[in-house]
């Protein structure tokens, strides 16, 4: 009896360890969950669906373009200039999962580029990057980032449409958006990059997409040379009602554009759309005061304002308030306009004033940025208003730098292909229209 007294009382004893031992495992596990749990960044429904959201309606953009150029060319060019924007589309994106992504958001290379890490996409998954959109998948920024560079580059399009050959168009495009968009891109937004690292503001572009792009068509169309009578007789837009359609397009993706920037669904996205909508108007609004000084207010000019003050509050709509982006807007206009006379007095045919339009946009919306942002609206923006004059000096130098970059890097890209393959079609081509010599089409029977 005593020896199985004993064994029961080992027994008894072993159980009550085990339950110790079970316990315990139970409360390291749950330890190591939490520990878990802060180490990974959890995924927010809102933030994910807002981000799809706005992707598509940046994608819907890139069409736009194409009806707001294709308007504005001749009959014979139409279809021609709404395949460029098409045709980016496909091709961007193509060039964007192979290396365009790893080289703008990949891990930092010296503070110029990224590095291919991420090549294919490879490490890009549904699990949410910290360094730049903590609360939805790596996979939703990226494809939100892809319509930003091949915006960028279907933008560039109007410098040289009814004149360049089509196979020229798309190796430019592609050495482009890899040699231009993507350095810039990755020292403003990048992780590690040079002017992110000064404090650079831009909110969703200013100098990513819109001055690079602006300086861009001015070095093409300089190398690309003037259309044929250029000059000596009226070029007039076939169709301005498609170019109202692409501009009511371009306003309503717009809103994707900026507030989809803030990459959350919160405050500081409902900010951003309303100043938008703000600084689009208002410069559609001053615009139609300056033709109607001069002339009549015409529906191009109202619809071109719009986009001018869409694309100047676009770096600062992230750092500014309602009236802010009204002052922003209001100056887009007075400079892109009298921006667009002195390139008509100096004849230059950068046929759709990219440049004025998106270059000296741009530029003005990065400065403003550097005046108007306040941490009421942003924590991290502060400049002139909020006593930040240094903000400033950063914008210029992130103006200054990125002009002189896209400008210079294009024209040896422009010269080297119009020196091999030629950039522009031949004379015969030219005259009977492109959408015929290059596409064997016609945008209307």
């Not at 308030?321 to 206009?333: C, E, H, K, Q, S």
Request: with cysteine; hydrophobic share 55%.
């Amino acid at each position: 009896m005593v020896g199985m007294e004993g064994e029961n009382m080992d027994i008894k004893r072993t159980i009550r360890y085990l339950k110790y031992i079970f316990f315990a495992a139970i409360l390291l596990s749950t330890l190591a969950d939490g520990v878990y749990a802060a180490e990974v960044p959890e995924i927010d429904k809102a933030d994910t669906a807002w981000v799809l959201i706005s992707t598509a309606l940046v994608m819907i953009m890139i069409p736009g373009v194409g009806l707001f150029y294709g308007g504005m060319v001749r009959k014979k060019n139409a279809l021609s200039t709404m395949i460029l924007s098409f045709a980016i589309l496909a091709l961007i994106s193509v060039q964007w999962v192979l290396f365009g992504y790893s080289l703008v958001f990949g891990p930092d290379v010296g503070g110029v580029i990224g590095n291919l890490q991420w090549v294919g996409l490879n490490g890009v998954g549904q699990e949410p990057n910290a360094d730049y959109a903590a609360t939805v998948p790596a996979l939703a920024f990226m494809i939100f980032q892809a319509m930003f560079a091949i915006i960028a580059v279907a933008l560039i399009t109007g410098a040289f449409v009814e004149r360049i050959k089509f196979s020229a168009f798309l190796i430019f495009s592609v050495l482009w958006a890899t040699l231009v968009y993507d350095p810039i891109a990755h020292w403003i937004w990048g992780t590690g990059g040079w002017l992110r690292e000064m404090g650079t503001l831009d909110f969703a572009g200013g100098a990513v997409v819109h001055i690079s792009a602006g300086m861009s068509a001015l070095a093409v169309a300089l190398v690309i040379g003037a259309r044929r009578g250029f000059g000596k007789y009226t070029m007039e837009p076939h169709s301005i009602p498609i170019t109202i359609l692409g501009a009511a397009l371009l306003w309503f993706g717009w809103f994707g554009f900026n507030a989809g920037s803030a990459v959350t669904s919160n405050g500081l996205a409902a900010s951003a759309f309303v100043v938008t909508n703000i600084a689009g108007g208002t410069a559609a609004l001053v615009w139609i005061l300056l033709s109607w000084y001069y002339k009549k207010p015409s529906g191009l000019g109202i619809a071109t304002g719009a986009v001018v003050g869409l694309a100047a509050v676009t770096p600062a709509s992230g750092f500014v308030t309602p009236l802010a982006a009204m002052v922003i807007g209001a100056v887009a206009a007075v400079v892109s306009y009298y921006a667009m006379l002195f390139r008509m007095r100096r004849n230059i045919d950068e046929s759709l004033d990219v440049w004025a339009c998106h270059g000296i946009g741009g530029a003005w919306g990065i400065i403003a940025a550097g005046i108007f942002a306040t941490t009421l609206v942003n924590p991290a923006g502060s400049g002139l208003i909020d006593g930040n004059a240094d903000q400033i000096v950063t914008q210029i130098v992130a103006v200054g730098v990125t002009s002189v970059y896209a400008f210079v890097v294009t024209l040896i890209i422009a010269k080297i292909i119009d020196v091999t393959i030629g950039l522009r079609v031949r004379d015969d081509e030219e005259a009977i229209g492109l959408d015929l010599s290059q596409h064997a089409e016609k945008a209307y029977s």
